[in-house]
């Protein structure tokens, strides 16, 4: 009887893991993101970038449309230059697919382990992996685009760049060129060329700058509402615990970076947006869905607080968190706007070193309108 009824809960558990999965897409169109790291020993500032800055690239996207509709935004991640990455010589790892799950991406950053050396840094291989391994959405109208930093040469590696590039482009994905170090280096070293043959820019950064930390008025307020909307996610189904978890972890990573208000401010805003969403664990996010039904659920994929409700008292539980997230969300995103003219003004003598956030948000703007996305702001 025993093992009856343990093979019986696995089946429920796979029942349940199954349907938290199965979320239906809506019919947006979608912006796609590639992002290849180096992270060999001199690149820990660029890492460190990416870890604060991912929320910044995604809301560039939060105020944008396309064919009248917010475009849904998915990111994936590479790293490239590290000796134990894979046994054929690549030092090249994928840490995230293409995806939409934000708080995922974001663990997956904050879990890069910090290097004191390298492997080779090979551009044309790790070019040539995400061209390969992503899933690409084949609509002409998407977006796609690979934005891939580092400092030593491009032309290194088996993989010839230029083969690379070349493939990328005939699959509609721009390849944009991120140098870490001096603009003639980076000519030399071909990073320049490489955008060139495949439609993409090619940008200079500074991989070691860090945000300068100024306080905003509206820090307080801010960091107060993003707690009060974790209050509105309702964990379900095998995943509900993880995700929670994974939530208020991303909170906290945001919290413990450089500039931790600014951070937490971008996530905030992130979260305050349509590309934050979380239907395979959150029933308020699930229930947006046209042919979803909360009152369908087992009792085994419900949250404690919902088992002892009627299915009419579920519906209603669902719907006054979701007024109250609209609500939390609006506040949210007033306020984040409010501290970034706040901290825009402050700012305006200081020198604008060029990031991993602004490279990439500079092109993605330009790009992206040849795809019929419009920004509503500057």
């Known amino acids: 009887m025993k093992m009856k009824l343990t093979f019986a809960s696995l089946a429920l558990a796979?029942?349940?893991?199954?349907?938290?999965?199965?979320?239906?897409?809506?019919?947006?169109?979608?912006?796609?993101?590639?992002?290849?790291?180096?992270?060999?020993?001199?690149?820990?500032?660029?890492?460190?970038?990416?870890?604060?800055?991912?929320?910044?690239?995604?809301?560039?996207?939060?105020?944008?449309?396309?064919?009248?509709?917010?475009?849904?935004?998915?990111?994936?991640?590479?790293?490239?230059?590290?000796?134990?990455?894979?046994?054929?010589?690549?030092?090249?790892?994928?840490?995230?697919?293409?995806?939409?799950?934000?708080?995922?991406?974001?663990?997956?950053?904050?879990?890069?382990?910090?290097?004191?050396?390298?492997?080779?840094?090979?551009?044309?291989?790790?070019?040539?992996?995400?061209?390969?391994?992503?899933?690409?959405?084949?609509?002409?109208?998407?977006?796609?685009?690979?934005?891939?930093?580092?400092?030593?040469?491009?032309?290194?590696?088996?993989?010839?760049?230029?083969?690379?590039?070349?493939?990328?482009?005939?699959?509609?994905?721009?390849?944009?060129?991120?140098?870490?170090?001096?603009?003639?280096?980076?000519?030399?070293?071909?990073?320049?060329?490489?955008?060139?043959?495949?439609?993409?820019?090619?940008?200079?950064?500074?991989?070691?700058?860090?945000?300068?930390t100024i306080p905003a008025p509206q820090d307080k307020a801010i960091a107060e509402l993003n707690s009060k909307l974790n209050d509105t996610y309702i964990a379900y189904g095998a995943k509900g615990g993880e995700g929670k978890q994974r939530q208020i972890a991303q909170d906290g990573n945001a919290l413990s970076a450089p500039a931790a208000a600014e951070v937490l401010a971008k996530r905030a805003y992130s979260k305050a947006s349509a590309n934050y969403s979380n239907a395979t664990w959150d029933l308020v996010d699930r229930a947006k869905e046209k042919d979803f039904d909360v009152k369908k659920l087992t009792e085994a994929e419900l949250p404690e607080e919902m088992k002892k409700m009627t299915p009419e008292e579920r519906v209603a539980f669902v719907e006054k968190k979701k007024a109250e997230r609209s609500e939390l969300q609006a506040k949210l995103k007033s306020l984040a706007e409010e501290r970034d003219k706040y901290v825009a003004e402050k700012s305006k003598a200081e020198a604008k070193e060029s990031t991993l956030g602004k490279a990439v948000s500079t092109a993605v703007r330009e790009q992206a309108a040849k795809k019929g996305v419009t920004f509503d702001k500057p």
């Open 14 to 212: 796979g029942l349940t893991f199954s349907h938290a999965q199965d979320v239906a897409k809506d019919d947006r169109l979608v912006v796609q993101i590639a992002i290849l790291l180096d992270n060999s020993g001199s690149m820990q500032g660029l890492i460190q970038q990416a870890k604060t800055q991912i929320w910044q690239i995604v809301n560039e996207f939060v105020s944008a449309k396309q064919d009248g509709k917010v475009p849904r935004v998915q990111v994936g991640l590479y790293e490239y230059g590290i000796k134990d990455a894979q046994d054929d010589g690549s030092y090249v790892r994928q840490l995230a697919p293409l995806t939409e799950d934000l708080d995922s991406l974001s663990e997956k950053l904050f879990k890069i382990d910090k290097r004191d050396s390298g492997g080779s840094e090979f551009c044309g291989w790790v070019i040539k992996e995400a061209v390969e391994h992503f899933k690409w959405d084949n609509s002409p109208k998407t977006y796609k685009a690979i934005f891939i930093a580092g400092n030593e040469e491009f032309t290194q590696g088996a993989v010839n760049y230029k083969t690379s590039c070349k493939s990328a482009i005939e699959k509609g994905i721009i390849v944009n060129t991120i140098h870490c170090g001096p603009e003639d280096e980076g000519i030399r070293g071909m990073w320049k060329d490489a955008a060139a043959m495949s439609d993409g820019r090619f940008l200079i950064i500074n991989h070691n700058a860090v945000a300068a």
